[in-house]
């Protein structure tokens, strides 16, 4: 297991997850590890980002409080599948996912929108973004989270969440980007080479604080 910059766990072995990024890096030294995992960051922001458009359309568009908590949560559910299925077919969508991921945490979308619906609406719009909030909690983080872990479970024959999930998308945004395959496959010899170590010292080099979240 190891970390991104900001601590999200990717349930990946380190020599495993270290490879995919060290042929990146070998292709092109600008691509290092830290580049692709502030991507899989920003592929985790793109759930509540949508979320946050939902609930905005909603909010100045909807003629009652319904269409906010209902906004939010059709947002968070197409963010979530899109994430889920590697589906990047709104343009810039993944850009933006990292430029949001520099400068907020997780739980600021649903701050600054209860902030935004008291001003705009009134609090009643504010109570109606809260139960948007928690309504996404329950059906996209438990339900839908749920049945895409078991997707993939069967699949890879073990538990995978969204953070192994958009570490795999990140790399293949990075490989397209680079005109190399998409292949996710890591042969030991792959691993022998020890290119995967060097790319973790390199990593550890440059930010030394984000490897200790994982390596102690």
Not at 64 to 89: C, D, E, H, Q, T
Not at 130 to 152: H, K, N, R
Request: hydrophobic residues 50%.
């Amino acid at each position: 297991m190891f970390k991104t910059p900001k601590g999200l766990k990717v349930r990946l072995d380190i020599p495993y997850g270290f490879a995919l990024l060290a042929r990146l890096w070998r292709k092109d030294p600008n691509t290092d590890a830290f580049k692709v995992l502030k991507t899989c960051e920003g592929l985790e922001c793109i759930r509540p980002f949508l979320g946050f458009i939902g609930g905005m359309v909603g909010l100045i568009l909807g003629p009652n409080i319904w269409y906010v908590p209902l906004g939010i949560v059709i947002g968070s559910i197409l963010g979530k599948i899109l994430m889920a299925f590697g589906l990047f077919i709104i343009p810039g969508l993944p850009s933006v996912g990292v430029l949001f991921s520099w400068g907020i945490g997780y739980g600021v979308f649903t701050l600054i929108g209860i902030a935004l619906a008291w001003i705009l609406r009134g609090w009643i719009f504010a109570v109606a973004w809260l139960g948007g909030f928690i309504a996404t909690y329950i059906v996209v983080l438990f339900f839908l989270e749920g049945m895409i872990m078991s997707y993939y479970s069967k699949r890879v024959g073990y538990p995978v969440t969204t953070q192994e999930i958009n570490f795999l998308n990140a790399y293949r945004l990075h490989a397209d980007r680079l005109g190399m395959p998409r292949n996710l496959d890591v042969p030991e010899e792959e691993i022998a080479a020890g290119y995967w170590e060097e790319c973790l010292q390199d990593y550890g080099a440059k930010y030394p604080e984000a490897v200790a979240r994982f390596m102690g």
